[in-house]
Structure formats: C-alpha cells, structure tokens
DNA sequence: CACGTTTTTGAATTACCCTTCAACTCGCTG
DNA sequence: CAGCGAGTTGAAGGGTAATTCAAAAACGTG
C-alpha cells in the first residue's frame, strides 16, 4: 500500500501528477487512472481527495501557471542592466526544447481555452501578468535612456509575449528548423527594431 | 431515416460534422457519437464511412487547414499593391472573433501537436506554407522599393505568422481587451519598424 | 500500545462508449 | 417494377472507466 500522507501533503503530489498527465494526454483526453498511476496510488485514493476530477486539472493547470511565472521573475531578478533582463526573459520563455513539461502543459491549454472559460481566464491572466513583466523592463531602459523605443511598451511587450507563445508551440511541434535558440534570434530581431538597442551581450 | 447520400458526398459531410465536433469537445474529447450527431447519423454509419475515428479526425484537421490557407490566398489575390498585401494578409490570418471556427480549430491542434505526431507535421507545414507567403510579399515590396526591410524577409515572415498564431489564441480565449481590431493594429506596429513602410490605407 | 481518525485499497456496481451485425431502406439499373 | 448493391439503422455485446463503499491499513494521541 502507499505510504499514508497528510492531506496538504498529499494534494500536492495529486497536482503534480496530473500535471504530468496532462502533458501525456491532454486536457480533455486525461483520466482519472492516469493521474491514479502517476501518483502511484489508486483511483479510489485519487477521488478521496478530489470527489471531481475537472477541479484537480485547474488547480494543476493553475499551479504549472504560477510555477512557470515564477520562476521566470526570478530569474530576472539576477540581472539589473535592462539590456541583459530583456534577454534573459525572452529566453524564460521559452520551452528548453520539444519536451519542455512546463510549455507543455501551457500549450494544452491554447485549445480548452476556446471552451472552457476557467482555463481562458487563467492563459489571458498568465499572458497579462507577462506583459506587466515586459513593459516594467522596456519603461526602465527607456527612462535610464538605454532604449529608443519604437511605439508605446505596452503594443512591443503585448508583441513580444505573443511571439514567445507562439514559438513555443512551433517548438513542442517539433519545427524542423525552429528551437530554442533559432526562436531566441528571432525575437530578438523584433527586440531589437523595438527597443533601438542592438542586445548582444 | 437520414437520407441516403453517395459515398464521397457523405464523407465530405463527415469531414465537416467531424469539424465542428472538435472545436466544440477537442480532438481528445470528441467521440464517434458527438461526429454522427453534428452529421445526423448514428454513430454505425459513422463508423461505416470511416472505420477509424482518429483518421476522420486527421483528414478534418487537415481540410480545415487547407481551408484556412485558400481563403487566405485567395484575399490576397484581389489586391496588388505590396503594402495593401501585407494589411489584408495580416487580417486574415486572425479569427473574425472569439468563435471563429476555423481559428477554433487550428487552435485545438497547438496542444495535440506535441503529443501528435502527425498533428505536429500538419500545424509546421501550415505554419511554414503561410511563412511563404509573407516572404513572397515582403521580397516584392522591398523589389520595388516600397519596403525596406529592417531585417531578412524570412526572419520577418516568420514572426509575423506568429503574432498572428498567438493573437489567434488571446482572441478565442476571449481577451478582455484584445480583439480582432487591437491584434490587427498590434502586429501592424511590428509590421511597419519592419518594412519601414506607414501601411495606411 | 490501544483507540479513534484519516487515508487507502480492492471489489462490486454503474455508466458509458465503441464495435458488430442482421435487418431494413433507398436509389439505381436492367 | 423487380432485384441488387450501397447506405443506414438500432439493438446487442464487450470492454473500459467512473463511482461507491465496506474493510483494511497507517498514523497520531492519550
């Protein structure tokens, strides 16, 4: 039998092990033995904890969300040259490479997000709270005089959040061509007619 | 009884029953019962057309992508000038709104893709036809001098197509401030550092 | 260390969906 | 207009997953 753990305890492999299943089947092809496998318990010890199965996929859809912000502003946090910051956050977003767990499971979203109005508030409040996070970046360059921006933060952070995205999914289709450091480059090309600063480090 | 249909008559029909079974329940959530309700059939003629569901799911897939991609190039075919062909090129690659099928649809492949090989191969070769189809528009325009391009065509073309990929998603996701008409405007700011041209029409 | 509570199991039940197939219907053709 | 082949139905079956629940196990506590 399973070691017995606490309640918190045990919710919290129950996140993650839907996390993980999510990613194996998708959203709206996961099932409740899938998650009972990848928390190495039983679906009955699943259900104990979470009586609806939909309520487990937000909260691990919500906390692979707040993971992967996160842990992009600290990341940043390591850097003060608005130059550098830029940089390193367009690489934060994106995946590692076609398996990237944490990409993977945004990118399940894209789609569920059309129909299931909990998971597009959580992908348009994600996308927002990356925006602030470009926009404070590029407001300081520009205050500090080291970027010229070429229209207002908001438009160029709101274009360079969408290109990340958008490469991440190029990224976990397996593009022949396009990877992570092929998708840096060009938004980077973006980042640099935007910004005025020509971001080599 | 549902009135009898020849064989290539009813699998069209299927094709587009299958469509809209998928934006409405996912490529992972659909089932042979939701396809023959949107056809009106039983699920036995469903399954007498096409004896494997995941291979109606794939040709619809496909037809939609098709679908999307002719329109596009056949917009673009009313118009010569390269500036108004880079504009009306930007707008129809956007959803018309949030319930936009044929975005709908598209978007529903960005999950799947990763897990999906076959889906994976559709969504890059979709994504790499319509890269084509920027480039070709860009080379014109900077032939004839009304472009100069900030940065390489393909470089160029490539983003462009994922901005329009990512506004896609924010716009079925329902963004409470970006629509068509904001998605449109934002990728034309990127548009106009990147040919160096107003692109007011 | 025994008792009560919480967690987990495993089996039984239920619900759902795919699959098969014999019967039926329709439209065509001779 | 009879007969044939293609398309469709509806019901029966088989399998799989969700759900329920009594019993067992693990843990904390007194």
């Given at each position: 039998m399973a070691k017995r753990k606490s309640?918190?305890?045990r919710r919290l492999d129950l996140i993650e092990a839907a996390r993980k299943a999510i990613v194996r089947h998708g959203v709206d092809?996961?099932?409740?033995?899938?998650?009972?496998?990848?928390?190495g318990l039983t679906s009955g010890a699943v259900l104990y904890h979470y009586?609806?199965?939909?309520?487990?996929?937000?909260?691990?859809?919500h906390a692979g969300m707040e993971r992967f912000y996160e842990q992009r502003v600290r990341r940043l946090a390591d850097f003060t040259d608005p130059a550098e910051k830029l940089v390193v956050t367009i690489r934060s977003g994106l995946p590692t490479?076609?398996?990237?767990?944490?990409?993977?499971?945004?990118?399940?979203?894209?789609?569920?997000?059309?129909?299931?109005?909990?998971?597009g508030v959580l992908l348009t409040s994600l996308y927002d709270r990356q925006v602030s996070m470009y926009q404070a970046i590029l407001d300081t360059g520009a205050a500090l005089g080291v970027f010229r921006l070429s229209s207002d933060s908001l438009t160029i952070a709101?274009?360079?959040v969408a290109l990340?995205?958008?490469?991440?999914?190029r990224i976990t289709a397996r593009h022949?061509?396009?990877?992570?450091?092929?998708?840096?480059?060009?938004?980077?090309?973006?980042?640099?007619v935007a910004t005025g600063h020509d971001l080599t480090l």
């Open positions: 309640r918190s305890d092809g996961v099932q409740l033995s899938h998650v009972a496998e990848e928390a009586p609806d199965l939909t309520e487990l996929l937000v909260e691990a859809q490479g076609p398996l990237d767990p944490d990409v993977r499971l945004l990118n399940e979203l894209g789609g569920a997000a059309g129909r299931n109005r909990v998971y709101r274009n360079l990340e995205d958008a490469y991440g999914y022949p061509v396009i990877g992570p450091d092929e998708a840096v480059e060009l938004i980077l090309s973006y980042a640099r």
